[in-house]
């Protein structure tokens, strides 16, 4: 698998495109992120914002990234200066001048003029997008250069009147995965696939949902990757039923099925990958017919992930499977038409089948346009996730299903051809997981 890399001119053909979905009055502002405590004095290891790593490549806490609009779009780029002692503590920082090398940015200053400069960036500017649900210490800044602008206004300063989500624009261009994008997904979501299969291999009855998760994420960084993408789900037994159980704690049971939910991230694009495993190597007739239903979903709705389609009819087309299922295994009883009218279903089925995938697990972009579900294109890449959840603790059902979760997710590219499963190297079908679990002990 060779890793593929993406380079400063891919980010700057990045940059140029969204400076021409901007206005030629608009300008675009994205924090690179800051650190967050984690305890007393020690952070978490800092990971960019994703909007604005997808636009620069630039991994530096305390950035900020300029985009203005029009015919002929230019960026300016705010890093952390060059600071020989806080680099000794800290790590090395690349400065105005290797920042401005590394991204081809057209302008690279130093974070510490970011205000006065916003002030010239901001003039003439008619509208500002800044993420606006989010980054409060942005849009301060944001207003108070805008504010300052707006002071001269009788002297002929023309100062934005608007701020628009930026999330909006970042989403419509992040949803059309280019070639570097969709490369770089495709690894981070083959990794995630492998740390699967190593994991699965070393499953045993008495081992711990921690050693799964070590052993997931030992093959993550093994391989390059700076880990996870979200917390990694490992819950055995009735602990799959918890959707995002992320305590891995418990001692893993013979007998028990193993829920995983797992992916890992290149250059910051991620994986996200569910597959169940039964510890003891075999699946119990139980768990077989449970699973068997919702695989029979997880195909119907990948099949359903064309152009033209879009993510409520995959998520009717899986609900449709499942619910027959769900009849089929006396979980539910009277007409499929009942069940679907009263949503008997969430007892067991409770979540979405679908999200986008890209830099973030749950990526920018709206899911439907002036209202109605947004039609797929080429290039979105997209989870199918049904699953079928069966607590100990419910009433009313079968002895044998209690304690029962399953979920099956893939990673899904839409091409012209059809459904691409971008993580299909991931096992699924019974026999090609039995296969696997427990085969390197
Ligand atoms: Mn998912």
Sequence with gaps: MKPPRTVASDYAERRARIGAR???????????????????????????????????GLSAPESVLVIRGGAS????????????????????????????????????????????????LLHGAREVHIPIHRDDALRERVLRASRAVARGDRSGAISPTRLVDADVIMGEERLLKDEAALASLRHAVALSALGHREAAAHLRPGSYEYEFEARLEYAFRRNGSTG?????????GDNANILHYVENSAEIQHGDLLLVDAGCE??????????????????????????????????????????????????????????????????????????????????????????????????????????????????????????????????????????????IEDDVWVTAQGPTVLSDAAPKTISDVEALVGSAL
């Design 22 to 56: 901007l206005p030629a009055d608009a300008v675009l502002v994205l924090s690179g992120g800051v650190l967050h405590t984690r305890s007393n004095d020690t952070e978490h290891r800092f990971r960019p914002d994703s909007s604005f790593h997808y636009l620069t």
């Design 73 to 120: 779009p230019s960026s300016a780029l705010f890093v952390q200066e060059k600071d020989r002692a806080a680099e000794i503590w800290s790590g090395r920082r690349p400065g105005p001048e290797g920042a401005k090398q590394l991204t081809q940015v057209e302008d690279a200053y130093p974070i510490s003029s970011l205000d006065s400069l916003l002030c010239d």
């Design 228 to 236: 996870p993408g979200y917390g990694s789900i490992v819950g055995a």
């Design 266 to 407: 290149w250059e910051f694009f991620t994986g996200d990958i569910t597959r169940c495993y039964p510890a003891s190597g075999t699946f119990s007739p139980a768990q077989k017919a449970v699973y068997e239903v919702v695989l029979a979903a997880n195909l119907a709705g990948v099949e359903a992930s064309t152009v033209g389609g879009n993510i409520n009819a995959i998520h009717t087309r899986c609900l449709d499977v499942l619910v027959d299922g769900m009849l089929e295994l006396g979980l539910l009883s009277g007409s499929k038409d009942a069940v679907l009218e009263r949503e008997e279903y969430k007892r067991f089925y409770m979540h979405r089948t679908s999200h986008w995938l890209g830099v973030d697990v749950h990526d920018v972009g709206t899911y439907s346009v002036d209202g109605t579900p947004r039609p797929l294109e080429v290039g979105h890449v997209l989870t199918v996730e049904p699953g079928l959840y069966i607590a100990n603790d419910l009433d009313g059902v079968p002895d044998e299903f209690r304690g029962i979760g399953v979920r």
